[in-house]
């Protein structure tokens, strides 16, 4: 019987140790100030406004566009007044990792339990019931029509 030599390359572990995990791994992106999926889109409003008010140049990319029609449909908010009262209320809770505040204010989860399940690294720094309550205080902000 002959060896046969290996039909598959081993894969590549990717650079960088990052993990959103039960136990927050970032890397180097550790305490990088990161963006709701609302904020960004506002960012990204804002500059392009900007650029056409100032004569500049727009160029509207696939990715732009793509990156755009994602946002409008994901951005839970879209006023600039209910964008910043998110950010007020994440801020309250200094415990919380700006990656997770983050997620929370994109995510808007109905409940603790789903919060931890798809934020795992929530579970060990807040109570059901401070959680609860911050998600309420999302929530209330919603505007379903906008």
Excluded: W
């Excluded at 990717?14 to 791994?25: I, N, V």
């Amino acid at each position: 019987m002959a060896n046969h030599a290996p039909t598959a390359r081993t894969r590549e572990q990717p650079p960088g140790d990052e993990e959103a995990t039960a136990d927050l791994k970032l890397g180097e992106f550790q305490n990088v100030p990161t963006l709701t999926l609302s904020e960004a889109r506002a960012v990204i409003e804002a500059v392009i406004t900007h650029r056409k008010t100032n004569g500049g140049k727009v160029e509207e990319t696939e990715t732009l566009i793509k990156t755009q029609d994602y946002l409008d449909v994901f951005a839970r908010f879209k006023q600039k007044v209910n964008i910043e009262a998110v950010e007020r209320i994440l801020l309250q809770h200094p415990e919380l990792e700006l990656f997770e505040r983050s997620q929370l204010g994109s995510l808007c989860c109905e409940s603790a339990e789903e919060a931890k399940t798809l934020i795992p690294s929530l579970a060990n720094k807040i109570s059901d019931i401070d959680l609860q309550e911050l998600l309420d205080d999302i929530t209330k902000l919603r505007n379903f029509v906008e």
